[in-house]
């Protein structure tokens, strides 16, 4: 079965770099999900796409942005990159009214 | 607002030992739990849900929960311990906030460690 799809898997920025990170969700799947985790952290969201509109906003800072194309596959952007950047970011797709969330298998961020 | 609370970072289990992590939520309506796997370097695998119905639930790989509500928990038990289960756990209630979003908040994760 098809499966969520980020890409890079890893990437390496300077601080005060940019950085596009990507999300292909399960087909079919009108929402996606960002997540953010940092070295021995709990996941945390923050934003998400229904139907390629903004649905709610978590623990984002504002040098970050996304968006969810026609295609339903969603950027994260991340602009003037700090050293607190470095995580795992995870994105998830669902269909929407159902319960659970897939998760892809993440994007390593390293900033240095 | 949604909340969880995981007790113990770190619980280490004897193979064969029965497996018990702890998961307390917070919720101001009904619940969806979840319990989630993380291997070293890897995703996030879905182990089981709870929705509605029967609340003894039943996931992959021989886990399972119990919701209950007048607990506010939803412990995650295996009655013999695996090498392979060795991993970090951890408990999410799903929230709603309009608009389709029904984002995740995760507890803080258990580290499980099985000793051979």
């Known amino acids: 079965a098809a499966g969520v799809i980020q890409s890079p898997r890893h990437l390496i920025k300077e601080k005060r770099e940019t950085a596009t990170l990507k999300c292909y969700p399960i087909?079919?799947?009108?929402?996606v999900y960002w997540y953010q985790q940092g070295p021995g952290q709990d996941p945390q969201f923050l934003i998400s796409?229904?139907?390629?509109?903004?649905?709610d906003k978590g623990s984002i800072p504002d040098r970050f942005s996304a968006q969810q194309f026609s295609d339903y596959h969603s950027e994260l952007n991340m602009s003037s990159l700090e050293l607190g950047d470095s995580a795992l970011y995870f994105c998830?797709?669902?269909?929407?009214?159902?319960?659970?969330?897939?998760f892809g298998p993440g994007t390593r961020l390293t900033v240095t | 607002a949604q909340s969880v609370t995981q007790l113990g970072s770190h619980v280490s289990v004897s193979e064969g030992a029965l497996v018990l992590l702890r998961c307390n939520y917070s919720?101001?309506?009904?619940?969806?739990l979840f319990w989630y796997v993380q291997y070293p370097n890897q995703g996030l695998q879905l182990l089981l849900k709870?929705?509605?119905?029967?609340?003894l639930v039943k996931g992959i790989n021989g886990f399972e929960a119990e919701f209950k509500k007048s607990e506010t928990s939803f412990h995650l038990t295996k009655p013999s311990a695996h090498m392979s289960d060795a991993a970090e756990y951890f408990c999410?209630?799903?929230?709603?906030?309009?608009?389709?979003?029904?984002?995740?908040?995760f507890g803080k994760g258990t580290k499980l460690s099985v000793i051979p």
């Open positions: 998830a797709s669902s269909v929407e009214g159902e319960n659970e969330q897939y």
């Open positions: 087909p079919r799947h009108d929402t």
């Open positions: 796409f229904y139907e390629k509109m903004q649905s």
């Open positions: 919720s101001s309506v009904p619940p969806y």
């Open positions: 709870y929705t509605t119905g029967a609340t």
């Open positions: 999410a209630v799903r929230g709603y906030s309009g608009a389709g979003s029904y984002q995740l908040t």
